[in-house]
């Protein structure tokens, strides 16, 4: 369940962003105005628009992560070294793109756009699966697929690197294990944002 963890507690956030790449007028209040305009009219549960369809690829993305990373580590790329590291991380993120989060961001992308539409069509997350599919055929559920693959392997051959480097070098400070695996993993993933944002930003109006 660590991947619906995760999701639960970031997609407030990822709600806020998507809302601010999809919408000129809304990105002009800022991260702080769309987050109080979004609160006023809607409450908390604004916020987890679209949310259905993270959840719900959200284990299966973490096996094909964790499960490629593994693979390239052990079979394919066994020495232990940063180079080995990032393309170990570059086969994960590119293995989770494809297979979970090309469409699982496409159809999470289309339902929050959708849900902030005058006349929304989509029910709930399989409806919109369905109508997306019936619409637009299977590859409807796969635009953008190119600037994800690249984002998701970037950001993951990135986070693996520092998350593990820096663990190393804070080890010899903190004792704690947990302190220093959550301190390691929150500067692992403000640097893979910092790098992937650019392409976070074309991959969402694609």
């Given at each position: 369940?660590?991947g619906?963890i995760?999701?639960?507690?970031?997609?407030p956030?990822?709600?806020?962003k998507?809302v601010?790449?999809?919408?000129p007028?809304?990105?002009?209040l800022g991260?702080?105005?769309t987050i109080?305009?979004?609160?006023?009219?809607?409450?908390?549960l604004g916020f987890?628009?679209?949310?259905?369809?993270l959840l719900?690829?959200?284990v299966?993305?973490n096996q094909?992560?964790?499960?490629?990373?593994?693979?390239?580590q052990t079979?394919?790329?066994?020495e232990r070294?940063k180079?080995?590291n990032f393309l170990c991380?570059?086969?994960?993120?590119a293995?989770?793109?494809?297979?979970v989060?090309?469409?699982?961001e496409t159809?999470?992308?289309?339902?929050?756009?959708?849900?902030?539409?005058e006349?929304?069509?989509?029910?709930n997350?399989?409806?919109?699966?369905k109508t997306i599919?019936?619409n637009?055929?299977?590859g409807?559920i796969?635009?953008?697929?190119?600037p994800?693959?690249?984002?998701q392997?970037?950001?993951?051959?990135v986070?693996?690197v520092?998350?593990?480097?820096?663990?190393?070098?804070?080890?010899?400070?903190i004792?704690y294990?947990m302190?220093?695996?959550?301190?390691?993993?929150?500067?692992?993933?403000?640097?893979?944002?910092?790098?992937?944002?650019?392409?976070?930003v074309?991959?969402?109006?694609?």
């Amino acid at each position: 369940m660590t991947g619906a963890i995760e999701i639960t507690c970031t997609y407030p956030t990822e709600y806020t962003k998507t809302v601010m790449q999809l919408n000129p007028e809304i990105n002009k209040l800022g991260m702080v105005g769309t987050i109080k305009k979004t609160f006023g009219e809607r409450g908390i549960l604004g916020f987890y628009r679209g949310y259905g369809a993270l959840l719900l690829f959200s284990v299966p993305k973490n096996q094909v992560r964790f499960g490629t990373y593994t693979f390239m580590q052990t079979s394919v790329l066994p020495e232990r070294n940063k180079a080995n590291n990032f393309l170990c991380g570059l086969a994960a993120g590119a293995s989770e793109a494809v297979f979970v989060v090309t469409p699982q961001e496409t159809i999470k992308t289309k339902l929050i756009h959708d849900k902030l539409s005058e006349n929304p069509q989509y029910k709930n997350v399989f409806h919109g699966i369905k109508t997306i599919v019936g619409n637009h055929g299977f590859g409807g559920i796969y635009k953008g697929v190119v600037p994800t693959v690249l984002k998701q392997s970037t950001n993951q051959g990135v986070r693996f690197v520092v998350f593990e480097d820096t663990q190393k070098r804070l080890s010899q400070y903190i004792k704690y294990k947990m302190l220093c695996d959550f301190l390691s993993g929150g500067f692992a993933g403000f640097c893979s944002v910092m790098f992937n944002n650019p392409i976070d930003v074309v991959k969402t109006n694609l």
